[in-house]
């Protein structure tokens, strides 16, 4: 178990003072076996309405309608957690459910059917043609196939950090070959999808200075495997099932998984947005 402090702040610079509208807020991890959450804080500086839900997926939303107007919006979570890691498990190599096709028990399929069905088109076929290149065999276990294709990624392609919004498709990606570390897991989850495989885009954070995506919100896949349920991939960092890995959010899409999106009110001319994320173990200082 390792305990560790997360700092992440936002915010907003308007040319001129405007509205709001409603916010919603991506921040906070879900309680489970891998992620306990010991402290939470989160503030704005602007006073408002705050409801807490759970989205379809049981991720904790924050809904947030600031009131007034204002030059500026600024969040600031703060969160004390302890991670707990999980051991890599794999398939055994006689399973009957290998890499190609993927079987998954009808009442399984029955909530994963979402989560199997790509979401853009591969007009070309080269998102399939480029996830079906990394397979052996049809009959090697799907864990062999999802690390190898987990670590083709960081191998081949360009890391560039990116602060500007949007995600790059996956055929953009491939066309490049470069991307952040959202585009590269909507490549890994959209072309697993082609395989037939259930994906999550995964946000949250990452501990360690040294992975890519350190210091700021960060992006991997989740994969369902039967008998073995949700696995987290990170492709930027070639990593699975890591400790490292700290999850806020599971979604279909990215566009769903921001942590920060809403409605601003009139005209603020120019925008600039600041982010700082900070993650480390919580130091305890001794009383004298």
Known sequence: MTRL???????YSYERPVGFGAHRLLLRPSDSHAIRVLEASL?????????WVFDPLGN????????????????????VIDRFPAPLAYLKADDPHTAMPI???????????PFITPVLEDRDGSVFRWAAGHLRSHGEPAMDFLLRLNRSIPDRFAYHARHEEGVQTPAETLRLGSGTCRDFAWL????LRWLGYATLFVTGYVNSGAMRGAGATHAWCEVFLPGLGWMEFD?????????DLI????????????????VILGDPGATRLE?????GPLLITAAA
């Open 188 to 191: 890994m989850v959209e072309s």
């Open 43 to 51: 503030t704005m500086s602007s006073p408002g309405e705050v409801r």
């Open 235 to 243: 492709p930027t960092n070639g990593i699975a099932e890591s400790a």
């Open 103 to 113: 079987a998954y028990p009808v009442e399984d399929r029955v909530v994963l059917t």
């Open 275 to 279: 982010v700082r994320v900070e993650v």
């Open 5 to 11: 402090t997360i700092l992440h702040e936002t915010r």
């Open 60 to 79: 904790c939303v924050c809904l947030f309608t600031p009131e007034g107007q204002a030059d500026h919006l600024l969040i600031t979570n703060r969160l």
């Open 247 to 262: 999850r806020i959010a599971a979604c279909r899409r990215p566009r769903e998984a921001a942590p920060v999106s809403g």
